[in-house]
Nanobody, 124 residues
Framework: QVQLAESGGGLVQAGGSLRLSCAASGRTSSTYVMAWFRQSPGKEREFAAA????????NYAGSVKGRFTISRDNAKNTLYLQMNSLKPEDTGVYYCAATPTATLGIGSRQYSYWGQGTQVTVSS
């Protein structure tokens, strides 16, 4: 089993920045693909970004590309999401996810392990 715990969410004004962290524990592996998803009230959970086990390949949703950067530190078993130029539509609960498969998938069903989420609120 893999346990994931997000942190770093909060309230920020539009145009501001936040850095989310996700600490992994348990049967963690540097080969696992990890990802960030988000869910706004009344909407389905949507893909934001994913990163390969080695950290050298990343995939982004079009809505965040150029503003968000996903990264990982395998020595610390930690995943990050640097969010810049935040917009009110970025508001939601952000979830960290992990999968032992090698594909940087955008579908939530691919991911076996999930954190509890951290709230991000962007005010206009």
């Amino acid at each position: 089993q893999v346990q994931l715990a997000e942190s770093g969410g909060g309230l920020v004004q539009a145009g501001g920045s936040l850095r989310l962290s996700c600490a992994a524990s348990g049967r963690t592996s540097s080969t696992y693909v990890m990802a960030w998803f988000r869910q706004s009230p009344g909407k389905e959970r949507e893909f934001a970004a994913a990163i390969s086990g080695s950290g050298d390949v990343a995939n982004y949703a079009g809505s965040v590309k150029g503003r968000f950067t996903i990264s990982r530190d395998n020595a610390k078993n930690t995943l990050y999401l640097q969010m810049n130029s935040l917009k009110p539509e970025d508001t939601g609960v952000y979830y960290c996810a992990a999968t032992p498969t090698a594909t940087l998938g955008i579908g939530s069903r691919q991911y076996s392990y999930w954190g509890q989420g951290t709230q991000v609120t962007v005010s206009s």
